[in-house]
């Protein structure tokens, strides 16, 4: 009997990166460590899907500035790529949506054998599922190799599936139980007891991945927002590329941090809306 092949996995983390710091690229290497020494996976891709800017978050500056910065943060990766599939949406998009995109991607790929994305078939796809509302999940798996993908976050995110219209139920379903996620702990948080009080997860509880990070690494794109508005030095705490970029653009006033202070956030908005 040949031995097992290990599953080939792409990690997708989606968020602000407001600024990206070494944190956010600490949890990859974090999760592919954890992963691969299950014996299970190999870790072959990671994708950083900055949100756009119709997500209203306070103090969100342009995905401009956001994606550049991402760029010049994993250029020296060979592994860990930015998208700006999301950012560049004109409305809101759904994390189970971004999801999806990105999972349809890994099939046309593989169905092309081609690095490159058919966006055409792409759009073809996305708009099938949504009026299917048909995970391909089981599509994936029946080609031993298409990646498998997770939804890579802090214990922060996966808490935030509990605070009410934040998410839509159905989506955290999908993402946690059609997916999977890879949850990288932090001070203050507490993953494993949050599943446990949460059925939905839970019930998916195998599917989660939670990943210790011995090495305390609290940075916080707060903080380091903060820092920059009182002139203090950030360095060490974001990749140096990143530093000169928002020294030479002069990114993160006391201005820009009250960017949509007054605006209700866009899945409050939408989902209360709907309530």
Same mark, same amino acid.
């Given at each position: 009997?040949?031995?097992?092949?290990?599953?080939?996995?792409?990690?997708?983390?989606?968020?602000?990166?407001?600024?990206?710091?070494?944190?956010?690229?600490?949890?990859?290497?974090?999760?592919?460590?954890?992963?691969?020494?299950?014996?299970?996976?190999?870790?072959?891709?990671?994708?950083?899907?900055?949100?756009?800017?119709?997500?209203?978050?306070?103090?969100?500056? =342009?995905? *401009?500035?956001? /994606? &550049?910065?991402?760029?010049?943060?994993?250029?020296? !990766?060979?592994?860990? %790529?930015?998208? +700006?599939?999301?950012?560049?949406?004109?409305?809101?998009?759904?994390?189970?949506?971004?999801?999806?995109?990105?999972?349809?991607?890994?099939?046309?790929?593989?169905?092309?054998?081609?690095?490159?994305?058919?966006?055409?078939?792409? =759009?073809? *796809?996305?708009? /099938? &599922?949504?009026?299917?509302?048909?995970?391909?999940? !089981?599509?994936?798996? %029946?080609?031993? +190799?298409?990646?498998?993908?997770?939804?890579?976050?802090?214990?922060?995110?996966?808490?935030?599936?509990?605070?009410?219209?934040?998410?839509?139920?159905?989506?955290?379903?999908?993402?946690?139980?059609?997916?999977?996620?890879?949850?990288?702990? *932090?001070?203050?948080?507490?993953?494993?007891?949050?599943?446990?009080?949460?059925?939905?997860?839970?019930?998916?509880?195998?599917?989660?991945?939670?990943?210790?990070?011995?090495?305390?690494?609290?940075?916080?794109?707060?903080?380091?927002?903060?820092?920059?508005?009182?002139?203090?030095?950030?360095?060490?705490?974001?990749?140096?590329?990143?530093?000169?970029?928002? *020294?030479?653009?002069?990114?993160?006033?006391?201005?820009?941090?009250?960017?949509?202070?007054?605006?209700?956030?866009?899945?409050?908005?939408?989902?209360?809306?709907?309530?």
């Amino acid at each position: 009997m040949a031995p097992q092949e290990k599953t080939k996995l792409v990690l997708l983390a989606c968020g602000s990166f407001n600024p990206i710091t070494n944190m956010h690229l600490r949890m990859f290497e974090l999760a592919r460590d954890h992963l691969e020494d299950t014996g299970r996976y190999r870790v072959v891709k990671g994708i950083l899907s900055p949100v756009g800017d119709s997500y209203k978050k306070k103090g969100l500056i =342009g995905a *401009r500035h956001r /994606l &550049e910065m991402a760029r010049l943060a994993t250029e020296n !990766s060979d592994w860990i %790529t930015v998208n +700006d599939w999301e950012s560049q949406q004109s409305e809101w998009v759904e994390t189970a949506k971004v999801v999806r995109h990105h999972h349809a991607e890994l099939i046309s790929s593989e169905d092309n054998d081609n690095d490159d994305v058919d966006t055409v078939r792409c =759009g073809k *796809r996305r708009k /099938l &599922e949504q009026n299917k509302s048909i995970c391909q999940s !089981s599509y994936i798996n %029946t080609n031993a +190799d298409t990646p498998q993908l997770k939804f890579l976050c802090g214990a922060d995110v996966l808490e935030s599936f509990g605070v009410p219209n934040l998410w839509k139920p159905e989506d955290i379903e999908e993402i946690v139980g059609q997916y999977g996620v890879v949850c990288i702990t *932090r001070c203050g948080s507490d993953a494993e007891k949050f599943i446990n009080q949460s059925d939905v997860l839970y019930e998916h509880r195998k599917n989660i991945h939670v990943v210790r990070e011995w090495v305390t690494n609290e940075i916080s794109a707060t903080h380091v927002r903060r820092a920059l508005r009182r002139g203090q030095s950030v360095r060490y705490l974001l990749p140096d590329p990143v530093v000169r970029y928002i *020294r030479d653009h002069s990114l993160y006033s006391a201005e820009s941090e009250q960017k949509n202070a007054d605006v209700i956030l866009a899945p409050l908005q939408r989902y209360t809306s709907t309530n």
